[in-house]
């Protein structure tokens, strides 16, 4: 079983930065196996992908609403995922989630409870 456990959502203004960290742990968990991404969901509005990472870090895919604006990285060592988000916007108001899979599988078999991130115009 892995558990993720999301932090660092607030509120900022339009135009600011937050950084969002997903800390990882369990007894089988290996960083370098899990793929791990970040989604989102605002009020109202259905779950949409935001960026993901794989184990090593080597590879990053991120959604073109936050390309150029978001950063994805990880530190294995930490057992920890970060979010840079710079650049906010109002529309990035939403409740955040870190997610993980083997990289075996596509489905994402992990989640964490969320954190919240609201920009303010």
């Known amino acids: 079983q892995v558990q993720l456990v999301e932090s660092g959502g607030g509120l900022v203004q339009a135009g600011g930065s937050l950084r969002l960290s997903c800390a990882a742990s369990g007894r089988t968990f290996s960083s370098y196996s899990y793929v791990t991404g970040w989604f989102r969901q605002a009020p109202g509005k259905e779950r949409e992908f935001v960026a993901r990472i794989t184990g090593s870090g080597g590879s990053t895919y991120y959604a073109d609403s936050v390309k150029g604006r978001f950063t994805i990285s990880r530190d294995n060592a930490k057992n920890t995922v970060y979010l840079q988000m710079n650049s906010l916007k109002p529309e990035d108001t939403a409740a955040y989630y870190c997610?993980?899979?083997?990289?075996?599988?596509?489905?994402?078999?992990?989640w964490g409870q969320g954190t919240q991130v609201t920009v303010s115009s």
């Open positions: 997610a993980a899979r083997h990289y075996l599988v596509t489905d994402w078999s992990y």
